[in-house]
């Protein structure tokens, strides 16, 4: 198995993993799909350890497959 095969088994994995949350996926989708009366920006917030990251990655999943350019920025290095 190649590089391409075990990025496309662990994204699969990644993509499983993500239980629940299916209103805010939903939003996301909705986002996603270009609706007119979509919000154009999400606002994700919580404590540590409910599944921001997940949520994230799933959305910049989604924007991926819809052909969408997704750009990854790390607040850590601003």
Do not use: C
Request: charged residues 25%.
């Amino acid at each position: 198995m190649g590089a391409a095969g075990l990025a496309g088994r662990l994204a699969a994995a990644r993509a499983g993993a993500l239980v629940g949350r299916e209103p805010e996926r939903a939003l996301l989708d909705r986002m996603l799909s270009g609706a007119a009366d979509a919000p154009l920006v999400a606002y994700l917030h919580g404590p540590g350890g409910i599944g921001k990251s997940s949520l994230v990655r799933y959305a910049a999943r989604q924007a991926e497959r819809a052909g969408r350019r997704v750009v990854h920025v790390d607040g850590r290095f601003l």
